[in-house]
């Protein structure tokens, strides 16, 4: 798993004088099924979200509203991804880690997981991901 595999995904969107709708079927526009979904809000401009890995969750996310940066990190190499478009989501697959920074006022973080919540999922200390990571990588 690297930077590489996560990829923006356009989310099928209708616009009409009433507004715009967007929605996302599990499996099919995104490649997993959704088990959970949360979100992220009231978030202070200053805060970074995150700061952790994954063993296999995989995640879909969306600016619901506002804008935020996603930093993802394989170990190898980072990548840095501004999501504005609430009709545009971001992938993330298992064994990255990632920070999400840069908040707009009024900023929503929804995510689509692939799994029930699992602390045991979580890498929370950078260097235990870096050694799983290098591991699997073997
Ligand atoms: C991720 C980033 C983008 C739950 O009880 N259930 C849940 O589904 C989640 C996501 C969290 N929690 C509890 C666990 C903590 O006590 O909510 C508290 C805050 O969670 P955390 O510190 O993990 O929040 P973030 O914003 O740093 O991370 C979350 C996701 O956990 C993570 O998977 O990629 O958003």
Known sequence: ???????????????????????????????????????IWNIPEQAVRGAHGHRELQQFIIPASGSFNVVLDDGRQTRTVHLDRPDQGLYICPMIWR??????????????????YDEADYFRDYREFLDEASRRER
């Open 1 to 39: 798993m690297s930077v590489e595999d996560c990829r923006l995904i356009d989310v099928p969107s209708f616009s009409d004088p009433r507004g715009n709708l967007s929605f996302v079927e599990g499996g099919g526009h995104i490649p997993f099924d959704i088990a959970r979904v949360y979100y």
């Open 99 to 116: 920070d999400v920074t840069q908040f707009s006022d009024g900023a929503v973080c929804l995510a689509l997981a692939s799994l029930p």
